[in-house]
C-alpha cells in the first residue's frame, strides 16, 4: 500500500510516521529549498517558525492535556520534542533547530517515507493527506479552493523578534518564572510607569511595514496579534497581556513592576532568546528603536526581526468530518493549520489523527472519530461542525468540551475542573484501539 503527504511541517511528518510504522509506504513531498515559504529558513522538515514553545505541559492546561493525549495516542514528534526540550518552567518550549534536524535525519532514514522536494501544483488522484500549512503556495491553494468550492479565509501570523542573551543587561534583567512555578527559566526585563509610557509611545508611532492591496482586510487571529495591534486597543492592554507584571518579583531588590518584558530560550545552548508575546510587523529599524528601549535591551543584539505573513486555512466546517476525512472524497484528509486549528501542538495532534486514518481507511478499517470529552476530539469535532457561520482558527482550549457538573461550592475552582475533564479524557483514549 501506497499514499501520498502533501508537507513535510509538523502535521505532515507526524502523519508520515504515523502511516509508515503501520507498513505504509509514503511519498512525502516538500517544496523547500525548491520554493520558499517568506518564513521559514532552512529546508528541513518540521521547522519551528514563529516561537519555540509547544505550551504549557500540565495536564490541567488545555495544551498540556492534548500532549499527554497525543502520547497515549502513539504520537512520534512529542517523543523528539522531549528528548530536544530547553528549560522553560512549565512548559515545553525546544532547541529548534535540533528538533528539526533530527526530525529530518528520521524521515530520510525511515525506509517506508520517501522524501520528494518538490512543488505539488495538483491534488493527486490517489489517496492523499495535505498538510501544506498556512503558507501554502498560490498554486496548491488555488487547487485546493476549486476542490472545496469554498473561499479560503486567511488571517495573518507575526514572528517574534529574537536576541542574543550575551547582550542583555543583567544589571537590569532577571531571572524568574511567575509566581516562582518551576523553574527561573525567563529572563525578564522590568520597566516602570514612565519607561513603559515612553515604551508605549514608541510602539503607537512606530511605521510598519505596508500590506499589499488584497492583504488590507486581513483577519487577525486573536492569540498571535501583532504586539502594535494589541497597543491600538488602549494603554494598559499590554500590561494585562504579554507584559503583565503580576507574580514576577525581582528578589534582589522586591520591587512590585509596572510592567515586565519577558523572553523564553529559543536553543538548547542558551544563546538566544525569543520574546514573547513580541509578534510584530514594525518596520526593522523602529523594531530595533523599540526594543532598545526596554531596560536590560538597551545593547541587544537582534539576530532575527519580526515579521508577518499570511496564513491559509479551509472553510474546515464545509469541508471535513471530525475524522479530517473530507465529506465529498474518502481518500482525501487535510491535517495541521491549513485545518484552522491553530498552533504547534495542534498540527502535530491533526496530523497524527491524520496519519491514523489513512492508514484505517487504506486497510479497510473504521476510521477513528476521538469523543468530544477528549481535548483532540473536541478540537476536531469543533473545526468541522457545520453550525460556524464565520469560522476562525482557534487553539485547544476547555470551552470546546463537554463541562463537568461540580458540587456548588466547588463550581469556581477552574483547576479542579480542568483536572476532572483531564482524567475523563485519559480513562476515554485509553480504550481506544489505534
Known sequence: METTVIGAGLAGCEAALQLAKRGIKVNLYEMRPEKTTGAHKSDRCAEFVCSNSLGSSDITNASGLLKHEMEILGGELIKVAKSCAVPAGSALAIDREGFSAKITQIIEENPNINLIRKEIQEIP??????????????????????FTKNEHLHFFDAIAPIVEKESIDFDKAFYASRYDKG?????????????????YEILINAPKIELKDFERNAKFFESCLPIEVLASRGVDTLRFGPMKPVGLIDKRTGAENYAVVQLRQDNSAKTLYNLVGFQTNLKWGSQKELLQSIPGLENANIVRYGVMHRNTFINSPKILKPTLQTKTRADLFFAGQITGTEGYTESIATGLLAGINMAKYLTGEKLLELPKESMLGALTHYISDEAHEKFQPINSNWGIMPAVELPKKERKNKKLKAQIMAERSRELLSNYSI
Do not use: H, W
Not at 125 to 142: C, F, M, N, R
Not at 183 to 199: H, L
Open 125 to 146: 488522484k490517489t489517496p492523499v493527506i495535505i498538510a501544506s500549512g498556512p503558507l501554502t503556495s498560490d498554486i496548491l491553494a488555488e487547487k485546493i479552493k476549486e
Open 183 to 199: 523553574e527561573a527559566s525567563y529572563i525578564n526585563c522590568p520597566m516602570t510607569k514612565a519607561e513603559y509610557e515612553r515604551f
